[in-house]
């Protein structure tokens, strides 16, 4: 992405970074002049985000669904599967289904305020919709009654006109809501609103033909009903018709839009399952102009099949979109289950430039910030390579905090991160590089930048090998999150586990079944060397003790490199609801370069599961006797590393994934590993050249 297509570069740095380098960004001002604090404040963060990344969101059903009735149910699934509250906590007014009384409905909506509280308490921006049920009839009627036929032209004339009957079930309903968002206001809450969403579609009783007409004059009436008769100056106002373009009618909000002096953020609602104008070009231009500066968000959507844009995407190609919000039912269930579903969500909410719930922050505005952070400091590389080159340094500091950095390669904008480690990837072979970094503040002050780091890259097809547990798995999918490419067998034997939870980690486990399992060969690995492989295997019953065999052999052959056998004479037995770890040393024979990694189901009476199965290369290489590396685990959860000085410290979990990495400067080295999960862990140190590799249990 950098140095590489001049064309490509200029655009995503117009995209990006027009205007990141202006002092300090201005927010638009909210519609309502008497709009409190907090709401300004939220809206300037709004705004912000522009330069900062793409928040995730979540909506969850308030009403009744399936016994649940918390408004935290599917935030929570994310959480629990993903890693990541949801920057963005949405749910909705709604209406009751039938047999329900009104009491129970404002019973229902009195805990989904509490819940918008905690969350709000907890970091998120909330937002709240309304799917008001058709005004001819009473709020206990259920979904069947948003979806009512439209009204006739009649019908919305007498909506918006006071004192008609329509009219006053109007306020009546509004009424029954309002005393919630002043409760939030007087709590000092501000809430993103957003009524009569996808005004342009034809599934409820307000679209239609009568809609263009009307329309318009029941948001104002909406507007000045809540805010000017009942004083409620903490909403910022979100309209966000139905997707529009190559699809429903190619029906353009214009008819529907009341006009920049109603509406704060601008958005769209787009799920449309594979539909071609997904996230469309169209629609993204028609919002941009129709804005005029003021922030945009995806208010509800994504496609059913998860197939969502990379955040680099989003940020260089629909950059004023702010936010995305996923709704909730049995289809963000099947996402989250779903491994491949998972995954791609997963991408999201793990990304470097993902606003999450923990990295939210919204700056008092009483505060008048003008200095900026202290200017980081020890950049240096931990990895050069032919076509990236990876980055740590220390830390900024700032007296109302530091939001991130800015990262620059030859003076051009590369990206924003939260942390102070990152890889810059793209890098063309045999170059060199100027890299700088300036940290950032939550009122948009720069430090000046850092002493510039000169790199150059290596020449192509030089790149060392990967250093065992640098995050780098040999086997294709090994933890079976991203489905089960590469791995063979017949249909029924390969099947990815839903959720099960173990020792507070989540395993999307791979299902051994029916007297086989699977196997999947790996090529291109170092004649004669030294390899490890790691992973989980799990019990399923507790009345059978199922024999699982799991290991390396030679490709095309029959000779077993190493296996691990659970079987029925209680050597190493598997223990139902119990993860049970798998390591395998193995060296390559002198002339081999493949070999099968296989898991078998040997009894077959049930089946068995697997997970987090890693393939590194762990070749270890003898230090001199007077170079005596030592690495141990102390009961007081640190790492004690001695004549190692000027080596550097890997520590991986059972994935592969790296956990800590740390260049070591003395000869006695004490790590704090505190904050790491219990768990078995593999270490390893590169010094003068060579490698040392060992495992501790923390």
């Known amino acids: 992405m950098i140095n590489i297509h001049p064309v490509s ?18 927010a638009p001002e909210l519609v309502n002049p008497n709009a409190t604090q907090k709401a300004k404040d939220v809206y300037r963060y709004i705004y912000n985000l522009k330069y ?39 749910s909705d007014f709604s209406y009751t289904d039938p047999g329900y009384t009104i009491a129970q409905l404002q019973d229902t909506r009195q805990r989904m305020i509490d819940v918008a509280k905690a969350q709000a308490d ?72 957003r009524p009569f969403h996808e005004m342009n579609g034809l599934f409820w009783w307000g679209g239609g033909d009568a809609a263009k007409t009307h329309f318009t004059q029941l948001w104002i009436n909406t507007y000045n009903y809540m805010v000017n008769d009942n004083g409620l100056n903490n909403l910022i106002w979100f309209w966000s018709p139905n997707h529009f373009t190559s699809w429903n009618n190619d029906r353009v909000p214009d008819p529907w839009f009341p006009g920049l002096q109603y509406v704060d953020v601008l958005g769209i609602d787009d799920y449309f399952w594979n539909q071609p104008g997904f996230l469309s070009q169209g629609d993204y231009d028609y919002l941009v102009n129709k804005a005029e500066g003021k922030p945009l968000a995806i208010g509800e959507g994504f496609n059913v099949n998860m197939e969502i ?5 989003m940020k260089e190609h629909r950059p ?68 990236q080159v990876k980055l740590q340094w220390n830390t900024s500091t700032d007296d109302n905090g530091v939001s991130g950095y800015e990262v620059f390669v030859d003076g051009d904008f590369s990206k924003f991160i939260f942390n102070n480690s990152t890889t810059i990837t793209g890098l063309n072979p045999q170059t060199e590089y100027s890299i700088t970094v300036k940290g950032r503040d939550h009122y948009m002050n720069r430090s000046v930048e850092s002493t510039p780091l000169v790199v150059t890259t290596l020449e192509a097809g030089t790149d060392p090998d990967p250093e065992p547990g640098d995050g780098t798995n040999l086997l294709v999918n090994g933890d079976f999150e991203d489905g089960l490419t590469g791995w063979s067998g017949d249909a029924n034997q390969l099947r990815t586990y839903s959720f099960f939870p173990y020792s507070g980690a989540n395993h999307f486990a791979y299902k051994v079944d029916d007297l086989f399992g699977g196997i999947q060969v790996v090529n291109g690995l170092t004649a004669g060397a ?76 049930n089946f068995a599961y697997a997970d987090n199965f890693v393939l590194t290369k762990s070749v270890s290489t003898s230090l001199s006797d007077n170079e005596i590396l030592s690495v141990k685990a102390w009961g007081n959860n640190s790492l004690h590393i001695t004549n190692a000085a000027d080596g550097k410290l890997s520590l991986l979990n059972l994935t592969g994934s790296s956990v800590l990495n740390v260049i070591l400067k003395s000869n006695s080295e004490v790590l704090n590993i505190s904050n790491l999960p219990k768990g078995m862990y593999i270490v390893y140190v590169v010094r003068k050249g060579k490698l040392y590799s060992s495992k501790i249990i923390n």
């Open 9 to 26: 570069r200029l655009t995503l740095i117009m995209v990006l970074s027009l205007f990141i380098f202006q002092a300090r960004a201005q």
């Open 52 to 90: 900062q990344g793409l928040m995730t969101g979540q909506h969850n059903y308030a009403k009744t669904w399936n016994g649940s009735n918390t408004g935290i149910r599917a935030t929570n699934s994310v959480n629990t599967i993903i890693g990541h509250y949801p920057g963005l906590w949405g």
């Open 122 to 193: 907890a970091g998120s921006i909330i937002t709240l919709t309304y799917h008001m049920v058709t005004p001819k009839l009473e709020e206990n009627q259920g979904w069947s009654n948003v979806q009512q036929a439209r009204l006739t032209m009649s019908e919305y004339e007498d909506l918006v006109t006071p004192g008609t009957t329509l009219y006053n079930n109007w306020k009546r309903n509004l009424d029954r809501i309002i005393p919630f968002l002043q409760e939030l206001q007087d709590e000092n809450y501000a809430v993103v609103w």
């Open 309 to 313: 844009p990379s955040v680099e995407w």
């Open 320 to 387: 004023e979109y702010r936010w995305f919000m996923l709704w909730d039912g049995e289809w963000i269930d099947d996402r989250l289950n779903d491994s491949e579903k998972k995954a791609a969500l997963s991408q999201i909410y793990n990304h470097g430039n993902a606003i999450n719930q923990d990295v939210v922050y919204i700056p008092p505005a009483n505060v008048e910030d003008l200095t900026p952070p202290s200017i980081p400091v020890n950049l240096q590389t931990t990895s050069v390579e032919s076509s």
């Open 530 to 605: 030294n390899y490890q492989l790691t992973g989980v295997l799990r019990n399923n019953t507790s009345t059978t003790v199922e024999e699982v065999r799991a290991g390396v052999r030679n490709y095309g052959g029959d000779e077993l490199a190493e296996a691990h056998v659970f079987d029925a004479t209680g050597t190493a037995s598997l223990v139902q609801d119990e993860w049970t770890p798998l390591s395998i040393d193995f060296t390559m024979g002198a002339a081999n370069t493949s070999v099968e990694v296989f898991i078998e189901n040997v009894q077959g009476d």
